[in-house]
């Protein structure tokens, strides 16, 4: 598999603040995706994003597949925002998506 | 539209005991994924469904690990017998063919004891 490098670990920001997640991958990706994993543990889908820039609300990512990188953007977080954010891609060799540790988010009031 | 069902939810269990998780895909994806996800760390894949064909196992434990997919929906992943190491969350996933967007499962939070 590849290997998945998220940035930062872990995050904290104060209700209305911006950020910016990074994901790098070790080589060449197909259906990059990012994630929201809330305190349930739900994987809610973000983005599926293999290529350019996307908007949906207050995120919005954009992926350089050339450069192997992609970034998700918050912007005015809330506390809602919390939680583990995830960037995954599957390989052009593999079939699974292959997942970085994740940022772990928390915004406070 | 109903999204990728899993139960139970839950489940706590003594080492040595067997254990089954259910998944229900979203309806149409012929493809079905199970994926282990541990104590912080990223979901990794178990196994891959292509209808009811096992296209990728190459990362279940086979000596413990069974799963089936039998009619090309819906999919079971057994554990015989559980150990403590095995405690993590079990996801499924489905997608409409295996070069599209992935959706998730709830997941099962299983606790060997």
């Known amino acids: 598999g590849i290997q998945v490098e998220q940035s930062p670990p872990d995050l904290i920001l104060q209700e209305g603040a911006n950020s910016t997640l990074r994901c790098n991958f070790s080589?060449?990706?197909?259906?990059l995706q990012w994630f929201h994993q809330n305190p349930w543990g739900q994987l809610i889908n973000l983005f599926y994003?293999?290529?350019g820039t996307k908007q949906n609300g207050r995120l919005s990512a954009t992926t350089v597949a050339t450069e192997r990188y992609s970034l998700l953007y918050i912007s005015s977080s809330q506390t809602t925002d919390s939680g583990v954010y995830f960037c995954?891609?599957?390989?052009?060799?593999?079939?699974?998506?292959?997942f970085g540790k994740g940022t772990s988010l928390l915004v406070t009031p | 539209e109903a999204g990728v069902v899993q139960s139970p939810r839950y489940k706590i269990i003594e080492k040595k005991q067997p254990v089954a998780f259910w998944c229900n895909p979203i309806s149409g994806h012929n493809t079905l994924y199970w994926y282990l996800q541990n104590l912080g760390q990223g979901p990794e894949l178990l196994i891959r469904y292509e209808n009811e064909e096992a296209v990728d196992d190459s990362q279940l434990p086979k000596d413990r690990f069974s799963a089936e997919r039998l009619k090309g929906v819906d999919s079971t992943l057994k554990i015989q017998p559980a150990e403590l190491g095995d405690s993590a969350v079990y996801l499924c996933a489905s997608s409409l063919g295996t070069s599209n967007e992935q959706f998730f499962g709830p997941g099962t939070r299983l606790t060997v004891l």
């Open positions: 994003i293999p290529s």
């Open positions: 995954a891609g599957r390989p052009n060799s593999g079939y699974a998506l292959n």
């Open positions: 080589d060449s990706v197909n259906n």
